[in-house]
DNA sequence: AGTTGGATGGTCT
DNA sequence: GACCATCCAACTG
């Protein structure tokens, strides 16, 4: 959750995947530590959030002991509270994309289908958007009650998901068997992961 | 419903 | 100078 001023919102993460280890391939920690890199090695509990493809911040969770590179990195959310204080954040990252991206030939323009409330963070880019993370979150202890972004355990009751593993997303780069590790963890069907309807 | 190509800038060789 | 832990509009069928 994130609890400051911004506005409260809350969610519940559906869809994570796992980098483990600098003999990772697909793991940024490949490099060994950089300075970008440096906080994967620890300590855990603390945010880790870099800038991919010039445009989309994605957040991790630092999880080995300190000296030890590896991290979570958030997937996809389902947004539980603060959903309108959610849509606001991304509608900016839109609007930067729609200028990006001339008008179509013949000068029309769709309207886009609106945005459900369960799509509001269903992908890395779109949990940082929506939640107004940037790399300046990086080193964030996701695990001190009252930071202004945090871990929380799932509410007393609550029936453990049926989560699934699959390989992760986005990684072909790395090669065998680094492509194929089981590594993505999903909760199965979850409306709010990632990707298309039909892969979820 | 499935595929494709482009935006964009930090990071590493 | 190449690559990238992504996303979406605009295509095709």
Do not use: K, Q
């Not at 969610?11 to 483990?20: K, P």
């Not at 839109?94 to 309207?111: D, E, F, L, Q, W």
């Not at 949990?127 to 940037?134: C, L, T």
């Amino acid at each position: 959750m994130r609890d400051d001023d911004t506005g409260r919102r809350v969610g519940r993460i559906v869809e994570v995947e796992a980098y483990i280890g600098a003999d990772d391939r697909a793991s940024h920690a490949r490099f060994g530590r950089t300075a970008r890199t440096a906080p994967m090695f620890g300590p855990p509990g603390h945010a880790y959030v870099y800038l991919v493809y010039g445009m989309y911040d994605c957040l991790n969770i630092v999880t080995e002991p300190d000296g030890r590179p590896a991290a979570i990195l958030v997937r996809a959310v389902e947004p539980l509270e603060g959903v309108e204080t959610m849509r606001a954040a991304r509608a900016a990252l839109h609007a930067a994309r729609r200028r990006a991206r001339p008008a179509s030939a013949n000068g029309t323009r769709i309207a886009p289908r609106p945005l459900p409330d369960h799509r509001l963070a269903s992908g890395p880019g779109l949990v940082a958007a929506a939640f107004g993370i940037d790399t300046g979150w990086t080193g964030t202890d996701l695990c001190r009650p009252g930071s202004p972004l945090r871990l929380e355990a799932a509410p007393p009751g609550e029936s453990a998901p049926d989560v699934r593993s699959t390989p992760r997303i986005g990684i072909a780069y790395a090669g065998s068997p680094w492509t194929e590790r089981p590594w993505r963890l999903v909760i199965a069907g979850h409306r709010s992961a990632s990707g298309p309807a039909t892969l979820r």
